[in-house]
């Protein structure tokens, strides 16, 4: 029908006159001066067609219609019912007319080209695509059906498509049924044989008269990706022992990201562990401290040295001194018969991780000072100091000074643990980072859980780019293990996110992206987008500054007279 309606101006005659004049006498003799061409008459708010007889000596006319040029074509037929000539306006202007027997000949010529053209498609494509009508009979078998199938086109014609298959492995059925529709969805056609189907209904005022489906035989690349998994799992399992191996050559071989952000602080880290002087890294919940801390680790010590972690928030406040200095025999109730060696004393000759120090209790503060200065301590219970060598490397997400100005961080412990500082900076300000973190998860935990996975599609990968990651690489990587415990057939679907999709792409996001401009709805221009995102980064970035343009143009590593010339160009008021 689209075809027709976009091309009805070829069926429109052209050649006519449209006149006003209400003598009879006048009118005969217009009526002969505009031979041959068709004469229209209009009179009291109608039109009428004037159809010559006796050589213009008696006038006979016929009452006729308009209609508009985007009339649908079936409400044209039914006008045809009453009237033989139908003249035709186009915004108000009028631009010819349709004669019932000229039109239907035209019409009858223009069904047998779309026919032509339709056959032509059938036979040249090579995919099988299905046409079955109301009543369930197959109208349409290409010969890629005939191939997948091995059903050959003049026995399924004409029949019912339920006589050839089984009922609950035929999707179009349920198209047919209720309308559903499907697109690059992977199907069990047969036990043997799975394809990607895409199936439409097809709708005639309103109503459903059929169904299309089109399918692609995808059982080899299905066994192929299959075998491919488990070749891969072997490279998996081989490449960790081997990246076991390598550690001692690259220790920062577990930190994955290439963004410039993250560059910056692993150079400053190798640097840093150069020396033996005290590290203090911060660095939000999930940026990865700790392996920081071991690369320095590596790089440091030993191969067999000690690695001795303490998270500082997760000790209980009385057990914090024996965990940390270990306790003698019969020392307090409860304590084992033989004593037990503390954290710092199985960190001798290696490296004493302080993780979360800004959780310390007050009380061990003075004394992990002490600690540090003299390398000697006693255990609780115990009259024999003891002395050890080791490094220290601490980590925190609290604002240590902030800690110091609140009476709860001792400001001398501070300045000896800070001795070199180190910031990872989280996953929303390094998001070009989370492409490679995602594919290096989805790649291991399908391995982990046996579920090979085809991809990971734009409108998936969009959604983790746009969102904000409060929980940075911890979070990435439990989002990533969702994904593939709910994947169908390796497929991710984006509904299973754990954060609404939708909200993010109304508003800015954490990282000051706004989603809105990777919107499929978008129609700006690149450099209109372009524009879009780097307002608002400035915007954020003067928030942060507390409106300070140098220490802005600083941050941005631009001038400040560059930074004053794109404020004026985008709008932004100083």
Same mark, same amino acid.
């Given at each position: 029908?689209?075809?027709?309606?976009?091309?009805?101006?070829?069926?429109?005659?052209?050649?006519?006159?449209?006149?006003?004049?209400?003598?009879? +006498?006048? %009118?005969?003799?217009?009526?002969?001066?505009? $031979?041959? /061409?068709?004469?229209?008459? #209009?009179?009291? !708010?109608?039109?009428?067609?004037?159809?010559?007889?006796?050589?213009v000596n008696h006038l006979v006319f016929s009452a006729c219609r308009?209609?508009?040029?985007?009339?649908?074509?079936?409400?044209?037929?039914?006008?045809?019912?009453?009237?033989?000539?139908?003249?035709?306006?186009d915004q108000g202007r009028y631009i010819g007319y349709l004669h019932d027997t000229t039109f239907f000949k035209q019409l009858a010529k223009?069904?047998?080209?779309?026919?032509?053209?339709?056959?032509?498609?059938?036979?040249?494509?090579?995919?099988?695509?299905t046409v079955i009508d109301a009543n369930e009979n197959v109208l349409i078998w290409t010969?890629?059906?005939?191939?997948?199938?091995?059903?050959?086109?003049?026995?399924?014609?004409?029949?019912?498509?339920?006589?050839?298959?089984?009922?609950?492995?035929? +999707?179009? %059925?349920?198209?047919?049924?209720?309308?559903? $529709?499907? /697109?690059?969805?992977?199907? #069990?056609?047969? !036990?043997?044989?799975?394809?990607?189907?895409?199936?439409?209904?097809?709708?005639?005022?309103?109503?459903?008269?059929?169904?299309?489906?089109?399918?692609?035989?995808?059982?080899?690349?299905?066994?192929?990706?299959?075998?491919?998994?488990?070749?891969?799992?072997?490279?998996?399992?081989?490449?960790?022992?081997?990246?076991?191996?390598?550690?001692?050559?690259?220790?920062?071989?577990?930190?994955?990201?290439?963004?410039?952000?993250?560059?910056?602080?692993?150079?400053?880290?190798?640097?840093?562990?150069?020396t033996e002087t005290n590290i203090l890294i911060y660095g939000e919940s999930g940026v990865g401290k700790e392996l920081f801390a071991k690369a320095v680790h590596n790089i440091r010590e030993g191969e067999n040295a000690p690695f001795v972690a303490i998270n500082c928030g997760a000790i209980p406040f009385e057990l914090f001194e024996s965990e940390i200095f270990g306790y003698e025999k019969g020392a307090f109730s409860g304590a084992h018969q033989k004593g037990k060696k503390g954290k710092v004393e199985l960190a001798k000759g290696g490296t004493l991780f302080l993780d979360e120090i800004g959780e310390m209790p007050l009380e061990m503060q003075v004394k992990i000072l002490r600690l540090l200065q003299e390398r000697k301590f006693y255990p609780v219970g115990g009259t024999k100091e003891i002395e050890v060598d080791f490094r220290v490397v601490a980590a925190t997400n609290r604002d240590l000074k902030e800690l110091i100005r609140e009476g709860k961080f001792r400001e001398d412990l501070y300045y000896r643990l800070n001795v070199v500082s180190l910031e990872i900076p989280p996953l929303r300000k390094r998001p070009e980072d989370i492409i490679e973190l995602t594919h290096y998860f989805l790649y291991e935990i399908s391995i982990k859980y046996n579920r090979p996975i085809h991809g990971i599609s734009q409108e998936v990968m969009q959604a983790l780019l746009s969102y904000d990651w409060p929980g940075n690489i911890r979070e990435l990587k439990n989002v990533v293990e969702r994904l593939v415990v709910f994947s169908e057939e390796g497929e991710i679907k984006k509904e299973v996110l754990p954060f609404e999709v939708d909200h993010m792409a109304q508003a800015?996001?954490?990282?000051?992206?706004?989603?809105?401009?990777?919107?499929?709805?978008?129609?700006?221009?690149?450099?209109?987008?372009?524009?879009?995102?780097?307002?608002?980064?400035?915007?954020?970035?003067?928030?942060?500054t507390n409106g300070e343009k140098l220490s802005c143009a600083k941050n941005l590593q631009i001038t400040r007279a560059t930074l004053y010339n794109r404020m004026k160009k985008l709008g932004i008021k100083p």
């Open positions: 029908m689209e075809f027709l309606q976009t091309n009805l101006k070829k069926f429109i005659c052209k050649d006519f006159r449209l006149l006003s004049e209400k003598n009879e +006498a006048h %009118l005969k003799e217009k009526v002969k001066a505009a $031979s041959p /061409k068709s004469v229209f008459i #209009q009179q009291n !708010e109608h039109i009428y067609r004037v159809n010559e007889q006796d050589d308009e209609i508009s040029i985007h009339t649908d074509l079936a409400t044209i037929i039914d006008y045809f019912a009453d009237f033989d000539t139908l003249l035709v306006h223009a069904h047998l080209e779309v026919q032509a053209y339709f056959q032509t498609v059938l036979d040249t494509i090579d995919t099988s695509c010969e890629g059906a005939e191939k997948i199938f091995s059903v050959k086109q003049p026995d399924i014609l004409g029949q019912p498509i339920r006589d050839f298959f089984q009922t609950n492995r035929l +999707a179009l %059925l349920q198209t047919l049924k209720d309308g559903t $529709s499907l /697109k690059h969805s992977q199907h #069990q056609a047969r !036990e043997d044989l799975v394809v990607l189907i895409n199936s439409k209904p097809v709708y005639l005022h309103d109503k459903i008269i059929g169904a299309v489906v089109s399918e692609t035989d995808i059982t080899s690349q299905i066994k192929l990706n299959n075998e491919l998994h488990q070749a891969t799992e072997k490279v998996f399992h081989l490449e960790k022992e081997v990246s076991k191996l390598k550690l001692a050559d690259d220790p920062f071989k577990r930190i994955r990201g290439n963004s410039s952000a993250l560059k910056q602080t692993l150079d400053m880290t190798k640097k840093a562990a150069t800015s996001n954490g990282n000051g992206v706004n989603a809105s401009i990777f919107s499929e709805k978008e129609t700006r221009s690149l450099a209109e987008r372009l524009q879009e995102l780097e307002r608002e980064i400035i915007l954020k970035e003067l928030k942060k």
